[in-house]
């Protein structure tokens, strides 16, 4: 799948981040709660060297109960901090904000400095706005020349930068692509509809039977995944005078799906994603080859 995270892009973000790391004590990853894995970014490992990090899995109500108890387990059992967000829930803010500042080292003379970094859309202007009990970041909109970051007071020990750090997605990995995509963290114009619906009505037809089945009211799953999108199609009205439009077909399945319409669904388990040689090391074959 091509999608538009050039090198040059990668690298402009690299150097942001590395210049806006120099600044801050911590940094929250955010990361997307239905794909952890596939929604973080390669590269931050480095990047953030040994300042404190808290991963936020984001969007949790959306994402299978059951799942996201393995994926917390998987952490803990690797020593990784890591807290699950919805933004609906006020509890689950406030316990985000008590661990940043539990985790953080007692200073003498100054506050805790803390950014939040993740790739685009994965809710990282949401947090800032959770985190600071106002609106400061525009939601839905990443901003398109950075601007000078501002710093926000949390508390006596801590301050907020309001500038999320935007990394790249992991996009040399084809089926992270298709996970990433399915979820929404790649704008629509940058990916075949057609493609992507066709993978996620094969991904629910493994995982989640029940959900195709009583979202579209099919009776039976065994046909080819591309004859259910076409069924699915046609009940909906994709229609043209050519005949079925894939690429509609695949938006109705895709809205579903991102808006929570086909119930909670989790992308990928701790078992779907390969355990790199040490959670401290991913360097290898980090970077994207130019998309
Ligand atoms: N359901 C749900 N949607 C969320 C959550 N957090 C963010 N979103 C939505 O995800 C989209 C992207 O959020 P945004 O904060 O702009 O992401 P950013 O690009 O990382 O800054 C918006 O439509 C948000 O409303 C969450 O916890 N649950
Ligand atoms: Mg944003």
Redesign the pocket.
Known sequence: MSIGWYPGHMHKARREIGEALQQVDAVIE?VDARLPHSSENPLLNKLIGDRTRLRVL?????ADPVVTAQWLDFYQERGRACLL????DPRSVRELLRRSASDLPARARRRNRIMIV????????????LMAGRKI??????PAVTKARQEIKLSEELVLLDT?G?LWPKLEDQQAAYRLAAS?AIRNTAIELGDVGLFAVEFLRHRYPQALRERYGLQHLDESPLALLERIGRARGCLTKAGLDFTKAGEVVLNDLRS?SLGRVSLETPADVPEPPSLDDESSGAEAPSS
Request: net charge positive; proline share 6%.
């Open positions: 955010v984001a969007k949790s109500d959306l967000l919805d933004k609906s993740g790739i685009p859309n994965v809710g990282k202007s949401t947090l800032i706005n970041a525009k939601v839905g909109n990443e999320p935007i929404g929570g």
